[in-house]
């Protein structure tokens, strides 16, 4: 018998409901990602750079003209000029970095401060470090942070909070001044930030994201964290990216070294060379998913299910409880799926203790439109 060093761990929710979908033949609105390609030059790139010898191992921290590109990004959106050598570190998905950086910056017994419901990577990575998460729940129906709350959390242990705007699974946005409340109550402590941005360009409606990057105090102590998967539709080639300060950087890549020393060489020139020629891609990108979100919610008007549009990420939550109230979330899931035929993901696998009368399930926009047209057809029919 293996003592695990992670006993509460099994296989994923993602990964469960995604083959109930193949099992069954649902419309898989479940886990985050397209099901449509990249920008077709983006992917031509690729294939040109595999082709001219772009195959052996890209520097440590990143290739240079996209860190380059990221840098440029950054001072461009967010106003940070950041050194592109020395704060910028490539890596072969958020969620690399996201390991790296609890890695580099938690010791045993230091508390980490999640939100829930909260993305399922943060957890085990800070408990593979000895530390120890510290869940706060989201206020409902908002999923705003609850000030007083976060207040008492915090004790002498605390060493990291993570932050997630655009949030995955609500799609709630924090604001500018929800980060100038933090750094007041963080202000006189040591304790660090880890602000999971993946989704910083799926914002709706005119509202701005809220980056670290933009707050010159929580910059100075913070790892801000994005995934090019999200941004440019290409979520298989776990490629992501960190900005920190040099410091933090630092320390984030003497881990980063030796969990996979780089990420992968072909991929990082043909997004250095795609975010060089296609700067309009980062712009176009809120409205065209507002336009999958709008054309979703619209189709589900003429449902039973009832909800508020999301402000950010390709993640739009529904309440089903006018529907089946007898179901808890994971039931309710496993059922539209078997029976109605739409594949989603329930929230409560969020949380580390889910209100017992929560009766929310995620789906994902993030598909074409005819994908969202046969969806909505079923989910309406119920
Ligand atoms: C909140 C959040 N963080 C990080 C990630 C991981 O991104 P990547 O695929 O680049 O590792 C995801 C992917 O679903 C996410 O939703």
Redesign the pocket.
Known sequence: MIASKLPNVGTTIFTTMSQLAAETGAINLSQ?FPDFDGPLALREAVARHVLGGHNQYAPMTGLPALREQVATKVRTLYGRSVDADREVTITP????A?FCAIQALIRPGDEVIVFDPC?D?YEPSVQLAGGVCVHQQLSLPSFAIDWQRLADAITPRTRMIVL?TPH?PSGALLERSDLDRLAELIRERDIYLLS?E??EHLVFDGREHASVLRHDELYQRAVVIS?F??TYHV?GW???YVVAPPALSAELRKVHQYVSFTGVTPLQWALAEFMAAHPEHLSELPGFYQAKRDLFCDLLAGSRFSFTRAAGTYFQLVDYSTIRPDLNDVAMAEWLTREHGVASIPISVFYQQAPQDLRLIRFCFAKREETLRQAAERLCAI
């Open positions: 985050g998905g958020a969620t690399q996201i993305y990577s997630n995955n999971d993946v989704y995934s998967g999200k979520t776990k490629t992501g």
